[in-house]
């Protein structure tokens, strides 16, 4: 589990108040969701949990990395829905030293219209350098 996982499953026990619902939502093993934590506070080297056998909150200093978290999380989801859907396109150009024939294969895709992308060979089309 990388660091953005581990800090959503912080924030989800942190909401949910329980390590097993945190990990239901997540679709992980409870045993996960709590290695992922004492990682977290391992490497943070505070407690972010106050843990009880019925009950679970954050700590003074949990509940200001759950802010941050949070913050976080929304960024990241931010910025890769910035990308998402996004498709190649636009003109290559490619020079080749070689036979007629393997630019003619590129040249060929590019009338059966297969893709987004437009190749173009000076060499192929005729044009001299």
């Keep these: 589990m990388d660091r953005f996982d581990a800090m959503r499953a912080f924030t989800r026990i ?11 939502d997540l679709g992980l093993p409870r045993s996960s969701v709590t290695d992922a934590v004492k990682a977290l506070e391992a490497r943070l080297g505070v407690r ?9 909150s954050p700590t003074l200093d949990g509940e200001a ?10 960024d990241l989801e931010e910025a890769e829905g910035a990308f998402a859907g996004a498709k190649p396109s636009g003109l290559i150009r490619i020079d080749v030293h070689g036979t007629r024939r393997a630019v ?5 895709d590019r009338r059966r219209g297969t ?6 060979d000076p060499v192929f089309e005729g044009a001299a350098r």
């Design 14 to 24: 942190v909401e949910r108040r329980s390590f097993t619902q945190a990990a239901e």
């Design 48 to 56: 972010l949990l106050q843990r009880t056998t019925r009950q679970v």
């Design 65 to 74: 990395y759950y802010q941050r978290c949070v913050s976080l999380i929304a």
């Design 104 to 108: 003619g294969r590129g040249h060929e």
């Design 115 to 120: 893709g987004s992308i437009r190749r173009e």
